[in-house]
Structures are given as C-alpha cells and as structure tokens.
C-alpha cells in the first residue's frame, strides 16, 4: 500500500504550531515522539528536535500517570494515546473500512490524521475513510469562546435571549463547514428571516383562510400568475442544487428568502389590480416554504402552513384552534363587504370596501 502521512493536513508536518493547536491549548502536556511538551512552550531547541527519528512520529502509547488506567505491555504499564483509542473503536465497531467521518475542523491535524496513519498501517491499505466532513468552528463577537476571555455563553443562556427557532436560524444561514460567528450581526439576521417567514405565512394563512364566494373551483391564470409560478419553479431547482453541493444551506435559505419577497410583490400587485391572488399557487408556495423548514428542523412535522402559534411552538393546535372560528367568521365578513362594494362600484360601501383591502 502507498502510505503517507498527513493526507488531511500535508502541510503541518512538522509545524510545532499546528501541533499545539491541533492537541488543544487546554492540555497540560502533549507528547511528540518521546518529548514531553508543556502546552505553549514552542520554543524547544534544535537538539532536542534532533532527538526524534522522524518528524512525523507520534505516540501510540503513554506511560500511566499516578490514578490512570494502566495495561501491561512490553514498554512497562501504560495506557494508548489519544489517538490509537479512536481509531480502535471505530475500526472494533465499523471495521476496516469507514465511509463517513465526522469531527470539528480542528481535530483533520494532528488527531485525525494520526487515526489514518494507525488504521491503514494495521490493516495493510491506503484508505481506511471514504469521506471525512469537519464541522466549522463556533466564535463568540469573533474570538474563540472561552471563559478566561469572558465570552463563553451555554445553550440554555442563548436560549434565555432568542428562541430556539432563532438559533437554528442562525446556524442554517452558515455553511456546516465554516465558522460560525455568534453575534449581535448573526442573530439579527436570524430574526430579519424568521420575521420575514412569519408574515409571509400569516398573510397566506389570510388569503387561504376563507375562499370567497366570487372564487371558482378552476381560475384562469393571467400573467402574473404565470411570471410567479415561473419564478416558483425556478427557485426549487436552486434549492435542490444548493442542498446537492454540501448540504448548502445557506444559499437554500437565500433562495426561498427571494422567493417570498416575489410572492409578497405578487399579492400587492394583485391588489393595486383589484383582483385576488390565485390562491392554488399562494398554498403551493406556503406549503413547499412550510415542508423545507420541517425538513430543516425550524418547523415541527405537526404543523400545517407556517410556523405553529403556541408559545412553545411545540405544536400548531392550541392557540390557532381556539382562534380559527372567529378568524374564518371576520373572512367571511370581509369577502361579503367586497363583494358588496364592487357591486356598487362608489359610494359607502365602496369605500369600507378599499378600507377593508388595506387592513387585511
């Protein structure tokens, strides 16, 4: 088999640097090769380094410290390195062929390609992961979070000041394998969405609500209908691309972003028309939008159109229920005044009629 070192991180062999990072600055000691190097000190000297056989060795085994676990082995008792453990358990669970790998961008060097030097050297071939996916970095106001900095917040602390809807928000706007900035900036868009979501499903709710008696069970389509529903088509081909390259889902949310924005455009241009929007492609959009989201996890599968009304939004009964036969009855009520007015065409009712169009 052609084995070589590093296939993730080339580049670091050697770098005593990516070395420290890549160990963790919060461990006591790193071990390289026999040298017992204290976190931080990277200032070791040229005879020292010479002391290694090779700068790509790294410890298979540890000599046990005072209340660690200890092993026989022909080095004394010890206990196996970082390294070795992972690799051991995935190879007893998974065998000697994985397909997907998972773990933080900072474990590719040294931990993970250590695991891959361990696992192909024992089983004798020169790909032991198909595919590895590294997960970006989360940062707080853009600097590692950590305590000593006085930046480090808990999920139930985050949760205190958005809602959860929110934080997926957050998360869904970023690519899975870039850093993530949590923010004032971050968490402003989070909400700039999740605001722009909601009044889109409560005006399509409005408009899906009631079908006034003037609606027909078939409706001729007019160019706006056709200019949206091409734009509707359009976008779904961009969000099935964007979810094919890498789980984009960022550039989904974009699209289904612009999507909406044409939609409201639509049902305004519908009314300076004095006309109703075509309610068949509105629930098509509410319901493709709603399913999305589901998928993404923003909306529970228990929900109908839209984000549920409960406080919890662990489900949509509960307050939409309770609300749904008063709503349904002012509908109505605004359909028949409509109807009404543009019967009269002037006086009163046409009036209460264009005032009715502005409210709803």
């Keep these: 088999p052609n084995h070589s070192y590093a296939k993730l991180v080339p580049e670091a062999v050697g770098n005593l640097d990516a070395l420290v990072e890549g160990e963790g600055g919060s461990i006591r000691r790193i071990y390289w090769e026999g040298l017992e190097l204290f976190s931080g000190e990277l200032s070791v000297s040229n005879e020292r380094l010479k002391e290694k056989r090779n700068e790509k060795d790294f410890a298979l085994w540890k000599a046990s410290k005072p209340g660690e676990p200890e092993w026989d082995s022909p080095w004394g008792k010890g206990r196996p390195g970082w390294h070795i453990e992972c690799s051991v358990m995935s190879c007893d669970i998974l065998g000697s062929k994985i397909d997907v790998h998972t773990g933080g961008v900072d474990l590719k060097f040294p931990h993970h390609d250590n695991e891959i030097a361990q696992a192909e050297a024992h089983y004798k071939h020169d790909q032991w992961v198909n595919y590895f996916l590294h997960s970006g970095h989360l940062t707080i106001e853009g600097c590692k979070m950590s305590k000593s900095l006085k930046n480090f917040i808990t999920i139930k602390e985050a949760l205190g000041r958005y809602t959860s809807r929110q934080l997926r928000f957050a998360f869904l706007l970023h690519a899975w394998n870039a850093t993530l900035d949590y923010g004032t900036n971050t968490m402003q868009e989070a909400e700039q969405i999740e605001k722009l979501f909601n009044e889109f499903f409560l005006t ?35 969000v099935h691309e964007a979810l094919c390259d890498s789980i984009d889902t960022a550039s989904a949310l974009n699209e289904m972003r612009d999507l909406v924005k044409e939609t409201n455009i639509y049902i305004g241009s519908c009314r300076q028309a004095s006309r109703d929007p075509n309610q068949s492609l509105i629930k098509s959009i509410a319901n493709y939008a709603t399913n999305l989201l589901k998928i993404f996890g923003v909306i529970p599968d228990d929900s109908t159109i839209g984000f549920p009304l409960s406080a919890t939004g662990s489900t949509s009964a509960g307050m939409e229920a309770v609300a749904e036969p008063f709503v349904t009855a002012l509908a109505r009520f605004r359909d028949d005044v409509r109807i009404v007015a543009r019967k009269e065409k002037g006086g009163s009712m046409s009036k209460l009629g264009a005032w009715i169009d502005v409210v709803s």
């Design 204 to 238: 399509a709710k409005n408009l899906l609500r009631y079908q006034g008696a003037e609606n027909e069970a078939f409706v001729k389509w007019g160019s706006l209908d056709k200019d949206l529903n091409a734009k509707f088509l359009s976008k779904k081909s961009l």
